[in-house]
């Protein structure tokens, strides 16, 4: 009956007989039945004691200690005169059950302190878990929530009206300790948090830095986004960020990327002051925590990051793989490669990677193909690590770990056929998501691995849940397929239908990846063709360089369209293409480049390029004379390749076949002419040059294919021995001697060129100007070697 009176806010029940307010007849009241029979006076004098006896009698925990059994003073409410005595035999209680005993008979006496003691102590203690459900914790967060309601300014008395609660004085740290035990507690009270965002707003400057950041966390960890209470920390804790400890900024910075809340003022503040003077105070878990906020709110401030690689190097030792995991994040999400930071997560992970989980080593290796960094040794590591833990692996850290060596070009056959046969068995049990399904194939095809056991599940899994993938999803998974020549006619059908349904919803990306794909199987139907051409005309001036490119060479109806968009970027791409060999070595070009994030413009983008830069085409008999000494170049040397291969890193063979004939118009020079092979990679580089450019400058650091030497193209390497054979000709220098030099040279690429050769061929026919160059490329399928990295 006491604890009835006392959430109803009638204020402390009188004592029976000079005792506790009287608790019997607890164990059969519950919320929203009626409350328990009155019980006699003479049995209340002993009731806060009883229930300790019995579980001491029982051998259960001991009991809190005894609270004397004054009668409170008519004049001021039970509480304020027992307040620390409360609250020290709270903080005495030996577990979560018997916090809740002593609140069980004495909450009708509890002021705001006792109260949001109780419930902070209870967020702290053992077995908070096993007590969530228990109503005596329900009745404490009442009382309090009702305590906090009736509180006045601390300037003001407190009095008691006739038939009202009791007042109190209810302070900051009362208000953002018991959102903070809430929080703790995992309870999500829609009432309490209203009540406290509204009276934290009001006294903000109350707040001390602790109570500003316990305040965020609480409401980050509930998942509760109150955008005017955030607004007002953040202004407050800007403004004062001087007095913030390293702890107390991890926690509001943490707050406030969990909530994707980014105010740049506080961001900007907190930045300044952990490059000062917070740095040298701060833990590996501050480093980590507060660089993974700034990637989760796309906060990019370089200083920062830097300053926070700096530490990190320092104090390496000390971090745990969640720290190493969430710190390589970071830095990745920002597209911040810091090479040396790298080499010291690497060193600390190696040796430790079997206490990292799955998540921790997804995003570990996330992060090093996201900034294209191939450390051998350590994804060599993680290979082995996973295999060990395979069965630990679901179906999406499967197809992370797989993504991630599949950017990286890294094909680790055991771990694939691990990866192969696990996905295998979660795709037969209907464990993957659609995304699951088309990561795992797609990454199977970037590297060429094909596996019919695991594309069939894969198959059979995606029929049934087609409806369910994603614009992106369709499209990848199409491509998948296309990549390893694999035409699953019931998987096409299924998917030529979705995709239909979709395709208002597709990207650039999709699209282009959607036309390739069924272009390449042959499979493509009207209608799905006609669709993909009706989008791409209505989002033509959204659409991305390179996927204009692929869109162009799919020969949809809407061709016209996508030439004359794709003849714009070539005009507008030739505006910043050298036009002179001093141009060449100034790196504004390169900087373009960068920027672009192309890596070639197709085969008919290409062929216009070419035009426009003054490069020919090469006859069709050449093409096919070429054509056939690729091929045979390639039946007899795949052996051989194989023998100087090894497993660990991909290698797409790109063969260039090269005739020339040239004269040196000075007297008495004999004539140069030859055929020529080259594949890219670096076991075919010229052994005088080491694999070295010597005369022509290749695209370096471009955003696409970041990992790819470009010196190693064949068209680049065949361009550069030229220019060796002309030099043992003695008519490289002086550059005078460059102009005498007449005849032609005719290229055949089995392949589309990349941006960098394109400039390597313009570079030559400006190094000589009175030779003829013509180029062709073709589409000739040739089957993937493995190359190591060297």
Known sequence: QALRVAVDGVGPAPLAGGGAPVAAGWERWRPGASPPPPQPARASAAASVSAAGRRAASGGRDAPPTIPKERPSPRHPAGLSKGKEFNDAIIAADGARQILDFVETRLNEFHAVNAVTALHRLAKAEGAAQVLGDPRLELLRDRTLRIFQSAVPKDQPLVREKGADWTYHVDMRALTNAVWAQARLGILDPAMLGHVADEVRKRIAEASPQQLANCAWAFAKLGVRNEALLTALAEESAGRMDEFSPQNLMCLIWACAKLHFLHPRLMAAAATSMCGRLMVECTPQHLSIVAWACATLGFRHVQLMDAIAQEAMRTMGLFTSQNLANLAWACATLDLRHDKLFGAISLCARPRLRDFNQQHMCNLAWALSALQISDEELLLAIAEEVMRQIQVYDAQGLSNIACAFAVLGLAHNDLFDTIATAATARARGRECTPRDLESIAWAFARLGIEKASLMNAISDAALETVHAFCPMDLANLAWAYATLGLFDEPLMRALSVEIVNQIANFSSQALSHTAWAFTMLGCADLGLMEAISREVKRKIHDLEVQHIAVLLDARLSCHDVLGRRMGAMIRQFLEHFPKSEEDWKRPEYSKFLRMLQVDNFGLMGSRFLLA???????????????????????????????????????????????????????????????????????????????????WLQAAKDMKAGALVDRTLCSEFQTLEELCDILEAAGVMSPTECRKQVHGGVRLFISTTPCISCIGALSQFTLMFPGVKLEVSNGKIPIRQGWKKDL
């Open 612 to 694: 426009r830069l003054g490069v020919g085409r090469a006859p069709a008999d050449f093409c096919r004379r070429a054509g056939e000494q690729v091929r045979a170049y390639i039946r007899e040397n795949n052996a051989v390749l194989q023998g100087l291969t090894s497993k660990d890193v991909l290698h797409k063979r790109v063969c260039t076949f090269a005739e020339y004939s040239l004269l040196d118009a000075r007297e008495g020079s004999e004539p140069l002419a030859g055929v020529m092979m080259r594949e890219n990679g670096f076991w075919t580089a010229s052994t005088t040059r080491g694999g070295k450019n010597r």
